[in-house]
């Protein structure tokens, strides 16, 4: 699992590449009456659909391990099982016409409401590619949209259901304006005491903990204690590496930086070392970038913690001391934090995590950071993340202008820290955080005045689907 890192808004699911001398024959996972048979072997790029979603679908190490053997020796079946569990797998819905050598079809996942289109290609000479990019549904697949009763009723209802066969622990919260439309717990904060999640149970965020880094940089770069434009290295007089050295604060609050992650066989082992920001970048400091800075956007988690450090040394205090006083205090945020996971606090729910669906769950302490960074690791509540949004919306935490150049799209589905997309032209920005045992999600819809905040103590996508199965049913009239 990819900690911090879970899906934007509206982005590409998957972009597998498969190498392949032959096609493998199958048949189709699911009839298709509109679609004329065709003979095993006639057509190589929807039999290698076919035989990749069959394996996929059969959630088992054994069927990938032997569509890799056959297909493509690199595949990474560890990802793909990966994917798999964040899915529920596919359901074919129908093929669409394709050109010679490919075939493409329409999948829904089986545990939302989620559509994608799959396309494989097989020229001679050339690998085979697999490409699965999530898309708006066609008109004749879309959900309907409902009123606002029934909206909040239908997700109180598929909590119910999640929360019955134990995929779900958490809280939902829908405000509107002044008004909360559903505020409820569901689930154990502690399996082991029996203790039940309440409204105000601490949940680890994950990568929301973008959002407050993001308002605290954009609040020094109005104060003229940091600039835009200005360079890792000009506020950080040591940096190690030259490359990164150049990157700007605003490549770093879009993911253009090529400052990499944090997270792999470094982290594992000195997990419980990595104590300030400034562990961080003795560790990763000597690093190139992955991509040279501006060219790309990939997510970096290893850029937010960079931020933390260029927000510590404009500011001549700590991170969770700026954070403390300039974002949670003035917003009334009394419940949110980064203390050390060694520290007792307070209704702060234990993370499980499971290697697959059914399986036990497990106490997620031994995957935590030692306490979280400005790339995210926090905790807080969905009672503070709704005065953090209203905050914002407020004029509270940055002035309107401010925050309106964060939250519209500076990089592909991304503004300053942002998640940001457009719902059938209804714009929302927020943020969601994914790591074992921890699943979080805030949007906010300005131009309806509607918040939606979904926290959790269990693995990704618990929460996301949540929120998207309300998302997509909510109304979007004022």
Known sequence: ?????????????????????????????????????????????????????????????????????????????????????????????????????????????????????????????????????????????????????AAVSALAAKADQEAQRDAFAGVLLVARGDSVLLQRAWGLADRKAGTPVTLDTRFRLGSMNKMFTAVATLQLVHAGKLSLDGTVGEYLRDYPNAAIAKVTIRQLLTHAGGTGDIFGPDFDAKRLTLKTHDDYVRLYGSRRPDHAPGEDHRYSNYGFVLLGAIIEHASSQSYYDYIDKHLFAPAGMRDSGSLPEETAVPKRAIAY???????????????????????????????????????????????????????????????????????????????????????????????????????????????????????VRMPLGS
Do not use: C
């Not at 659909?49 to 032997?66: G, K, P, T, V, Y």
């Open 1 to 149: 699992m990819n900690r911090y890192l879970v899906p934007a808004l509206s982005l590409l699911i998957a972009l597998t590449a498969f190498n392949a001398s032959a096609a493998t024959p199958a048949a189709d996972p699911a009839p298709n009456p509109n679609v004329a048979a065709k003979a095993a072997n006639e057509d190589p790029a929807r039999d290698a659909l076919d035989a990749w979603l069959a394996a996929f679908n059969a959630d088992d190490r054994a069927s990938l391990e032997a569509f890799r053997d056959r297909h493509q020796p690199t595949m990474d079946v560890d990802g793909m099982l990966d994917f798999r569990a964040r899915t529920g797998g596919f359901r074919l819905i129908r093929r669409e016409a394709s050109e010679a050598g490919s075939s493409q079809a329409l999948v829904q996942e089986r545990d939302s409401d989620t559509i994608a289109r799959v396309q494989t290609i097989v020229k001679d000479g050339a690998p085979l590619a697999i490409r699965i990019e999530r898309i708006e549904p066609p008109a004749d697949l879309r959900v309907a949209r409902l009123d606002q009763a």
């Open 353 to 471: 995590t499971r290697a697959k669906p059914g399986a036990p769950w497990t106490d997620a302490i031994d995957t935590l950071p030692w306490r979280g960074t400005a790339a995210g690791g926090g905790y807080s509540t969905a009672g503070d993340l709704l005065k953090f949004a209203r905050a914002l919306q407020a004029g509270t935490l940055l002035p309107p202008a401010l925050l309106a150049e964060a939250t519209r799209v500076q990089s592909p589905r991304y503004g300053y820290g942002f998640n940001v997309a457009a719902i059938d032209g209804v714009p929302v920005y927020g943020h969601g955080g994914g790591a074992p045992g921890m699943n979080g999600e805030l949007r906010i819809f300005p131009t309806l005045g509607e918040v939606v905040i979904g926290l959790g103590n269990v693995d990704p996508p618990a929460v996301s689907r949540l929120v998207e199965f309300y998302q």
